[in-house]
């Protein structure tokens, strides 16, 4: 039952430039979406959020895009950074129920 | 604020025994929440607790149970451990949508 799905395990990307981490769903009752930064031996750590209400949602250098009719939404990092290097998941909630995706593992090199 | 703290931080089990994770919220947080995250897998929702009662549940068997204490605090449990249940647990902690997520527990069944 994968109904937030991130199709790219990983993604490397040079310093300064952008990174585009995408992510779909099936579930059209999600109203909420959410991206989560994960380093090793750390917990995953809120980044950014979007409402269903709306399609772009904007913080510094990390702006997440929503699709809704597509069911598609993606996260934007301008510049990447090496400190950006982490696994990136993509979540969506409805009420209480919250999924996430399996995860994209973001390199950035200097 | 220590933010989302769980013990113990490893554990090694051998199967058919029985283990118990513990989990503090964020200060002022109600609500806790319990993920299984695989290796190479995004967490998996487990059951969410508020108000000392389990509010939502997702695709677990009923060996793995849970409890809430009246300052917040939770516990998983999981009995009679398959080798499958090797996994990072993660415990979050919220008000809203946003969760807070401790470091986890990394679970490892022999």
């Known amino acids: 039952d994968q109904q937030v799905k991130q199709n790219s395990p990983s993604l490397s990307v040079q310093e300064g430039r952008i990174s585009i981490l995408n992510c779909d769903y099936t579930n059209s009752m999600f109203d909420y979406f959410l991206w989560y930064k994960k380093y090793p031996a750390e917990g995953p750590t809120f980044l950014i959020s979007?409402?269903?209400?709306?399609d772009k949602n904007e913080d510094g250098r990390f702006t997440v895009f929503l699709n809704k009719s597509a069911k598609h939404l993606s996260l934007h990092i301008v510049p990447s950074q090496p400190g950006d290097s982490a696994v990136y998941f993509c979540a969506a909630s409805f009420r209480d129920d919250m999924r996430f995706g399996a995860g994209t593992r973001l390199t950035v090199k200097p | 604020d220590a933010g989302v703290t769980q013990s113990p931080t490893h554990l090694i089990k051998t199967r058919g025994q029985q283990v118990t994770l513990r989990c503090s919220p964020k200060s002022g947080h109600d609500t806790v929440s319990w993920y299984q995250q695989a290796l190479g897998q995004g967490p998996q929702f487990i059951f969410q607790?508020?108000?000392?009662?389990?509010?939502q549940r997702g695709n677990f068997p009923d060996r793995f149970s849970g409890h809430q204490f009246p300052n917040y605090s939770s516990e998983l449990n999981v009995n009679a451990l398959l080798l499958g249940d090797s996994a990072l647990y993660l415990c979050?902690?919220?008000?809203?949508?946003?969760?807070?997520f401790g470091p986890g527990t990394r679970l490892t069944v022999l």
């Open positions: 607790y508020y108000e000392e009662e389990e509010r």
């Open positions: 979050a902690s919220s008000l809203a949508y946003e969760q807070f």
């Open positions: 979007i409402s269903s209400i709306k």
